[in-house]
């Protein structure tokens, strides 16, 4: 988190996990596709424990594995499908949510 913030303005990625490697999270098995995201707070609540409040402001797919070292960097292509002003579809589903 804290690379996130120092180097890439706070913005990160984030994907989810198909499968789980419990030994070494940094060897799991990840979607391709992910969000990214600009972190807005975090909050130590214990050594092992954060809250982290983001936002969501797009979508990426990775392209290759640039290192692993700390974390994981991946090379990305953005999508850019949804800039712009939200369609008729789109209003109504942030309707149905609120």
Not at 43 to 70: A, C, W, Y
Request: charged residues 30%; aromatic residues 12%.
């Amino acid at each position: 988190m804290k690379e996130a913030e120092e180097k890439y303005g706070g913005f990160m990625g984030l994907v989810f996990a198909k499968e789980v490697d419990e030994d070494d999270y940094f060897k799991s098995n990840l979607y391709t596709v992910g969000t990214v995201v600009k972190i807005h707070k975090t909050t130590l609540l214990s050594p092992n424990s954060m809250q982290v409040i983001v936002q969501g402001v797009g979508r990426f797919k990775k392209k290759e594995v640039v290192s692993s070292d700390i974390g994981i960097l991946w090379s990305v292509t953005y999508n850019k499908e949804l800039e712009g002003s939200p369609t008729d579809e789109v209003k109504a589903y942030m309707l149905s949510y609120k």
